[in-house]
């Protein structure tokens, strides 16, 4: 630090150093003559700007405004940058409760190659719930996802009173509900209930049939008839 003017303190009084103002003013810092970052008076930290809405960190830009995490860990080891979400919980005073985690995928050290996990934690601590890997593909329940929507769990889910993995809730009245399937764009079937719960397999290309396959709450079963009146109806 000999090319640098220093503000320091020995600490011999073993008080440390204080920079700060005992008014309600900002504490100012600034390069080449133009403020680049200050701590407001209510002791919010703003870089960029000089107000902030939310949270005690602010960064402004009059620009694209990024943030930049950087891991130099070499090349023989996989580089990782975690964002840390913590607060105080039943009297302890820091505890994890989520984190992000940008990484090299294991085997990719060296590349340009990177995931990112998105952990939570229980009373075993934070595990991986989401995984965005390289490729794209998005796993939950799983960091190795082998698809573009990969979902796994070890056994039985319980949804209220029902074992459901995956559960599509529309909380309309009287509304279709369910998952379409496209080829390059245009529509081609779709799975899920009718307005009047009845459950449909529904072809939307050509000529549009709600009635491919359907069974309603009599456990009726209808191929090319919405409203079937017996078990098997054709």
């Given at each position: ?21 005992f008014n309600n003013v900002p504490i100012l810092f600034g390069t080449n003559n133009a403020e680049r970052m200050r701590i407001d008076s ?193």
């Amino acid at each position: 630090l000999s090319d640098y003017a220093v503000v320091a303190t020995d600490g011999t009084d073993n008080n440390g150093l204080l920079i700060g103002s005992f008014n309600n003013v900002p504490i100012l810092f600034g390069t080449n003559n133009a403020e680049r970052m200050r701590i407001d008076s209510s002791g919010r930290l703003l870089i960029g700007g000089t107000s902030a809405t939310f949270g005690v960190l602010g960064v402004e830009s009059s620009g694209n405004c990024n943030v930049d995490f950087f891991s130099n860990s070499g090349s023989s080891t996989a580089a990782k940058t975690e964002l840390f979400f913590s607060g105080g919980i039943s009297g302890n005073s820091h505890v994890s409760l989520a984190s992000i985690v940008a990484e090299q995928a294991s085997g990719d050290e060296g590349t340009r190659k990177g995931q990112l996990r998105f952990l939570t934690a229980n009373s075993s601590g934070p595990s991986t719930a989401m995984t965005i890997a390289a490729n794209g593909n998005v796993g939950i329940g799983t960091t190795s996802p082998g698809v573009l929507l990969d979902l796994e769990t070890a056994g039985n889910t319980l949804d209220g009173s029902y074992y459901s993995t995956m559960t599509i809730n529309n909380t309309g009245s009287s509304t279709y509900s369910g998952v379409r399937f496209d080829r390059s764009g245009a529509a081609r079937w779709r799975v899920g209930l009718m307005p009047d719960d009845t459950f449909q397999i529904a072809k939307l290309y050509n000529t549009v049939d709600d009635g491919a396959f359907v069974i309603n709450s009599n456990g009726n079963v209808g191929i090319g008839e919405t409203g079937p009146d017996k078990k098997l109806h054709i």
